[in-house]
């Protein structure tokens, strides 16, 4: 029978009765056939949670259409087979006479390799009805037999389309433009922010098919454990696999490792608690054979356990995994909610599977902050993992709508994979009205290459390409012409009466088009006026600088990066120079941001939108600012703090210093120190400066719990150069790799906190606060009676001292108010001596306790005493910058603590209430408090010195971290 027959027999055979397709299938078979109806050719995306049936849908459309030639895309050769084989028996279609018997079974063809030969190509391609591939193996094939496949296919059907934006699966899709295209997925959004290009026509709500009961109930154990949580939590899992056997459920069991080595490391954990259960590990290193063997053993229950990575993946249809136990959890939403789908499969009616058990080791933190609400200790994943598909789908919607309100758009161009640049000009409009059809007249057809322009009036943007030829610029040749493209985005806000222009060239500020479009009267903003996008910034350091001199004919513009950025803020010669251009740094409440401005009107981000929407969301963000008169332009450029390059070191005391901040980003502990035989992760080890003098090199040790050793930086003429002051010196491991700590800090650097808020940075750059403080207030110092504490015994150490001062501090707290945590930190590597966390309605109480000891045993007005507390002080706001850092970095440190005690630091609370306040914290604001205490100040003799430098410290938190300083002394 020839494909041809077969399509004839699928005339009038399939039933729309309700009581043959579920639900789900029938509202997407009629969806996008309604899609059809209307001659779109854009891609077309059924969003269907795993379970519903979504291939039993691609073969209702297959007859309900009368399909030509179809190409099934899918992401494995595992997949591959298992879609082949349903259409090669129609599913159960026609078991279930949704499909009448006479209908003939389509002739399916599976590529399993690469071809290079194009007339088998056409002959194989003429003999099927479907073709199943994988965009792998259809690259694997010559490009002729790509042709030869691509063109002879009518429709293009693409199983878990979150990868359809992949290089190697646009490629096909591009070939079906103009032809019709369904993209099938559970979770239309990916890891790296795209939108799907295409047009959401039917989602099926994750909350309707548990309802039907094709999304089986998940029950969920958070495995919290310090000593061994692989073997509790492996020892949890077995436990309920057994249960549910001797319950006479066939489930199977699901263990889920990170990498190769880790399972095979779960593996043998798993034989030696479960023998009788025969454990079986698959990974895509294992061979053919050895793969066919462990998924047998699983599907005939030889083995009841496997030991997995990544295998066993999106679209793999197994009822009987039933258990999970995930030893490392999944970091992004898609790949989390896909695998969740692995086992809550259902087959109503089937009284041999149960519920679904997801047993989870706690992640160390969460990449997708979307999986907060996930692994909350006490989390009800049924209706979690429901939201979480809700929303996720509801934001793609957002997106898809915001790309369908483009009521004209070219058809040749894809709206997704437009990413404009973070950068606009800004116009103030006459009217609160615009003409976007202006940009026909504007650009001509000559050079306009999208007919029609996209556009979209609700939202008030507008969108076209242009095609520029100018010479080459490497020859004086007429004949040679370079082409060129252009992306112009549009945005008018009505509301604020502001136009918007992007261009992907950034080379101009399109006065003329902004009056094409606006009318007569558009103004644009320019001048110093644009530098209003920095309001609210604080702590602005210029990375880049542009000057000119309206005197200096010989050098009228120059430009200025580095160190040389501060020759962009002329004070002498104020009234000849001014800025062109500034990009800076800086932070506006507690959050450091990036942006730049230019004086004849533009403003940028050096970041990239994902979609037009983002850059839309961006400008509003700018806008708002540039008409805000109250914002001083003069303040603005006072207040930037100009970088110089270091030439000796300043005359000031050393507060603190501090390790690359990007060691805090390593996920895992790949940098150790050595000395005396003692290891310990570079991040355990503490940098005490010699606070003592404020003239020579800079003197400071290298301290654990096991040894200190001392080191110096000499800074001459501008240079930086570390030494090591022992005999024998620290050796920094990382990978293969062993060095001297001297070399390597000589490579990469420290940061320096100096007296007077100056920060020397790694590269040999000096930032200093150019501005007046006053004295922090006198009536502001806490005075505390310390009857009953030594004051020459700052920690309680692991004995729990009472009469410490930590301890002290730790009493106070508890009874001040109800706190989730309080740690104690105090060690080498800490954040604070003592951290403090509690939850309220609205946001986030963190508080940051340092304390110092009184060098004399009572208190004395040497400003020297502060110096050390101050600078851990400053150096603690940095955790502002990233709050889930700070909690996993509390977290390694809790552990850590407990397993070299033995003693448990936590005050009041667990790990489980700093997960509980990790999850829930990122949906709040946070709000910090640093605290110093150092009994050796006293609040009636505190000297001016004393008072001055905590005043710039209280200046250094406050702007960098927003935090309020509270400084607890003696009377």
Not at 245 to 270: C, F, K, V
Not at 647 to 652: N, T, W
Not at 757 to 763: G, I, K, T, V
């Amino acid at each position: 029978m020839t494909p041809e027959e077969v399509v004839a027999s699928y005339s009038g055979v399939l039933s729309f009765d309700e009581s043959g397709l579920r639900r789900a299938q029938l509202g997407a078979l009629h969806c996008v056939l309604g899609h059809w109806t209307t001659a779109s050719t854009e891609p077309a995306t059924v969003v269907m949670p795993t379970g519903t049936g979504k291939t039993e849908t691609m073969l209702a459309l297959l007859v309900a259409a009368k399909i030509p030639k179809l190409l099934v895309l899918v992401p494995s050769d595992h997949l591959r087979d298992q879609v082949a084989n349903k259409f090669e028996r129609l599913g159960v279609l026609q078991r279930l006479k949704i499909v009448h018997p006479d209908a003939c079974r389509p002739v399916v063809g599976r590529m399993t390799k690469g071809m290079d030969d194009t007339d088998e190509a056409a002959r194989f391609a003429a003999a099927c009805n479907v073709i199943v591939a994988t965009p792998q193996v259809l690259q694997k094939c010559a490009e002729g037999v790509r042709t030869a496949i691509l063109t002879a296919c009518t429709h293009l059907f693409v199983d878990e389309a979150h990868h359809v934006e992949a290089p190697t699966w646009s490629y096909v899709r591009a070939w079906f433009t103009g032809r019709r295209v369904v993209q099938f997925t559970a979770t239309p959004f990916r890891e790296d922010g795209r939108h799907i290009a295409g047009k959401i026509v039917y989602g099926f709500p994750l909350r309707e098919a548990q309802k039907d009961g094709y999304f089986a109930p998940i029950n969920y154990v958070s495995v919290l454990d310090f000593a061994n949580p692989d073997r509790t939590l492996a020892t949890k899992a077995v436990a309920q696999l057994r249960a549910d056997l001797d319950a006479g459920l066939d489930h199977l069991l699901m263990a889920r490792a990170r990498s190769i080595p880790r399972a095979q490391e779960l593996l043998e954990l798993y034989q030696q608690l479960a023998p009788d259960l025969n454990p079986v590990i698959l990974n895509s290193r294992m061979g053919v054979r050895a793969k066919r063997e462990a998924l047998t053993a699983i599907k005939s229950r030889e083995a009841l356990i496997i030991v997995c990575v990544n295998m066993l993946g999106e679209g793999f249809d197994l009822p009987a995994l039933k258990i999970a136990a995930v030893h490392d959890p999944q970091k992004s939403l898609s790949v989390t909610l896909q695998f969740i789908g692995r086992f809550t499969r259902a087959q109503p009616g089937d009284q041999h599977l149960g519920d679904a058990w997801m047993f989870v080791s706690r992640p160390d933190s969460e990449l997708d902050t979307r999986l907060r609400s996930l692994y909350a200790e006490d989390a009800d994943w049924n209706a979690v993992v429901r939201n979480l598909s809700e929303a996720a789908v509801e934001a793609e919607v957002e997106v898809s709508e915001f790309e369908r309100g483009f009521t004209s758009r070219p058809e040749d161009l894809v709206l997704s994979n437009l990413q404009p640049k973070l950068s606009t000009v800004v116009y103030r409009a006459p009217t609160a009205s615009w003409n976007p059809d202006a940009l026909y007249n504007y650009f001509g057809a000559d050079i306009l290459v999208t007919d029609p322009i996209g556009l979209n009036l609700r939202a008030g943007v507008a969108w076209c390409v242009v095609e520029r030829h100018a010479p080459v610029r490497w020859s004086e040749s007429r004949v040679l012409e370079e082409t060129s493209y252009e992306l112009y985005v549009l945005y008018f806000d009505q509301e604020r009466r502001l136009l918007y222009i992007n261009n992907s060239a950034n080379d101009g500020i399109f006065e003329d088009l902004a009056e094409a479009v606006l009318g007569e009267g558009a103004s644009g903003f320019t001048g110093s006026t644009v530098y209003r996008a920095f309001g609210d910034i604080v702590r602005l350091i210029p990375t880049n600088v542009g000057v000119l001199d309206v005197r200096n004919q010989f050098r009228r513009f120059s430009m200025h990066v580095g160190t040389d950025v501060s020759q962009g803020f002329p004070t002498a010669e104020a009234r000849t120079k001014t800025q062109t251009h500034i990009a800076g740094t800086g932070y506006r409440r507690g959050e450091r941001i990036s942006i730049a401005a230019s004086a004849k009107g533009r403003v940028w981000s050096p970041d990239t939108a994902s979609n037009l929407k983002y850059w839309r969301d961006w400008c509003d963000e700018i806008g708002p600012r540039l008409l805000d008169d109250s914002i001083s332009i003069e303040d603005i450029i006072a207040n930037f703090i100009l970088p110089e390059p270091i030439q000796e070191r300043p005359a000031a005391a050393v507060l603190s210093l501090e390790w690359p901040w990007n060691l805090y980003d390593l996920a895992t502990e790949t940098l150790h120190l050595e000395y005396d035989g003692r290891r310990y992760w570079i991040l355990d080890a503490d940098l005490r400066p010699d606070n003592s003098s404020t003239t020579g090199p800079v003197v400071f040790e290298v301290a654990t719990d096991h040894w200190t050793v001392p080191y110096q930086l000499d800074i001459q003429g501008g240079k930086l150069f570390y030494q090591c002051l022992s005999s024998s010196e620290l050796i920094v491991h990382r990978k293969n790799e062993s060095l001297p700590l001297s070399q390597w800090l000589n490579a990469v650097g420290l940061t320096v906190l100096f007296q007077g808020d100056q920060m020397l940075q790694p590269d040999g750059v000096l930032l200093r606060i150019d501005q007046d403080i006053e004295p922090y207030p006198r009536e502001r110092l806490i005075a505390v009676n310390w009857t009953g504490t030594d004051l020459k015994v700052e920690s309680q150490k692991p004995e729990k001292l009472p009469h410490s001062i930590q301890a002290r501090v730790i009493r106070d707290l508890l009874s001040e108010r109800h706190w989730d945590i309080v740690l104690d930190d105090d060690g080498a590597g800490e954040v604070a001596d003592v951290v403090a966390m509690a939850l309220t309605s609205d946001h986030l109480l963190v508080r940051l306790v340092h304390c110092k000891y009184a060098r004399m045993g009572k208190a004395a007005t040497q400003v020297k005493d502060l110096y050390e507390v101050c600078g851990q002080a400053m150096k603690s706001v940095r955790w502002r910058e990233n709050p889930a850092r700070l909690f996993q970095h509390l977290e390694r440190r809790a552990r850590k603590k407990y397993a070299r005690t033995g003693v448990s630091p936590w005050e009041a609370g667990d790990l489980a209430t700093l997960y509980r306040l990790r999850d829930r914290a990122k949906l709040l604001r946070y709000t910090f408090e640093i605290v110093i205490v150092q009994p050796g100040l006293s609040k009636a003799q505190a000297t001016f010195e004393q008072l001055e430098q905590l005043a710039a410290t209280e200046l250094h938190v406050r702007h960098t971290a927003d935090a309020s300083l509270t400084v607890h002394c003696s009377a």
